[in-house]
């Protein structure tokens, strides 16, 4: 089933034990949310009485699901081999694409609340952020669906974004206990400088960030792009800082530099891992970088968002980092 936003209305998706041989990949509503569905994509031959990880994807800011499926593609080829998607095929998790609030005029312009408007510090972002949309009660209720249509495997629970949808993973590790880790690439931990981050527990926490990012630069400011209103992004070393003291780390961080894999991209990246940690911090910079997933789909022009890395497969990488994340 592939319904577009402003089509035929979604319906709640039959828990995976009652499906005669249903296809993996399915929208599904949301209630109460009525235009807030989601997409979930199911491995290949899933057992329903064997429980599954589960990574929630959320999508940039002005996205929306499809547009998340595509950004993890090269060349946005989506059900190519180097998709997010075919991650999950092979290591046998679920990838769930969930929906943003939508625009005032675009149905598929679509933000998450991840904090900011006070003080300095920018809302992020848009009409979700602007108007206060309770985004933690919408994903507690898609997790709680999804406890209802899956057998979802205990501590399994993780979510990965882009820009706006990291800061989202961010926010929803310092206030979801049902969380058990995540990846942001390109939107750091807003919330936690603006409203506050209150975890209660160690997160392992993966950033990846270029440091030619021109929507949210490495080191913070004012700097934006595509549109976003005025105020102060965080520094990613100041969000990673954060959390490094937030899992208790004791000791300095280690660094390594990455294969150059596609001498000819003009990025390299580099590994900091924090030590001591009672759950795992660590940074992939990407020296040279945009706003971009490595090796993903170029959703705008270079000269708008910056260079994709060809170094790093953050899809495997990411799913690497949290599937080892003891």
Known sequence: MQLGCGEDR?????????????PLETRCALEPYEDRGYLIHLPPRPDPERALPVVLALHGGAGDPDAMQRLSCPEGKVGGPGCLDAVADQ????????????????????????????????????????????DLAYFQALLDDLDRVLPVKPSRRFVIGMSNGGAMAHRLACANPKIDGIAAVGGANQIAFAQGCY?????????????????????????????????????????????????????????????????????????????GCAAKVELILIEGGGHTWPRGFAYFGEDQVGRISQDLDANAEIWSFLEQRD
């Open 199 to 275: 975890p209660g527990r160690a997160v392992p926490v993966l950033q990846i960030h270029g440091d030619r990012d021109p929507c949210w630069a490495f080191e913070g400011g004012d700097q934006a792009c595509l549109g976003s209103d005025e105020g102060q992004h965080v520094s990613v070393i100041r969000s990673m800082e954060w959390w490094a003291n937030q899992n208790g780390c004791s000791g300095a961080p280690l660094e390594e530099p990455l294969p150059d894999l596609a001498p000819d991209d003009g990025t390299r990246a580099l590994r900091r891992r924090w030590t």
């Open 10 to 22: 979604l319906e709640p998706c039959e828990p995976l034990s009652a499906r005669a041989d249903g």
């Open 91 to 134: 290591r046998g998790f679920v990838v769930v694409y969930p929906s943003g609030t939508s625009g005032r005029l675009l149905a598929d312009v679509r933000t998450w609340n991840a904090g900011g408007g006070v003080d300095d510090l920018r809302c992020v972002s848009g009409r979700a952020c602007e108007e206060g949309v309770d």
